[in-house]
Nanobody, 121 residues
Framework: QVQLVESGGGLVQAGGSLRLSCAAS????????LGWFRQVPGKEREFVAS?????YYGDFVKGRFTISRDNAKNSVYLQMNSLKPEDTAIYYC?????????????????WGQGTQVTVSS
């Protein structure tokens, strides 16, 4: 069992930056792929980024976001730069056992409660 707690969301102006953090507990952190997804009310959850042996990003990221992890701290981060109003969403941290990344939300095993990111124009 893995518990995930996100932090770092908030309100930022377009063009600004935010750094999301996700702290994990409950199992051996190194064995998991870690990811970030986002969701807007009424829409499906969308893949943002993941990290396992490599990093992967959603097409819309276009070099603006960077995912990283610190296994010693059991944490994963999402640095978001050049934010746009369309990046407004609830951002969720996720973990998948076996260490293999995947863009489909349904195959991820554990989820955090989410953190709100709002980008004003």
């Amino acid at each position: 069992q893995v518990q995930l707690v996100e932090s770092g969301g908030g309100l930022v102006q377009a063009g600004g930056s935010l750094r999301l953090s996700c702290a994990a507990s409950g199992d051996t952190f190194n064995n998991y792929a870690l990811g970030w997804f986002r969701q807007v009310p009424g829409k499906e959850r969308e893949f943002v980024a993941s990290i396992s042996w490599s990093t992967y990003y959603g097409d819309f990221v276009k070099g603006r976001f960077t995912i990283s992890r610190d296994n010693a701290k059991n944490s994963v981060y999402l640095q978001m730069n050049s934010l746009k109003p369309e990046d407004t969403a609830i951002y969720y941290c996720a973990a998948r056992s076996g260490g293999i990344s995947n863009m489909r939300p349904s195959v991820w095993d554990y989820w955090g409660q989410g953190t709100q990111v709002t980008v004003s124009s």
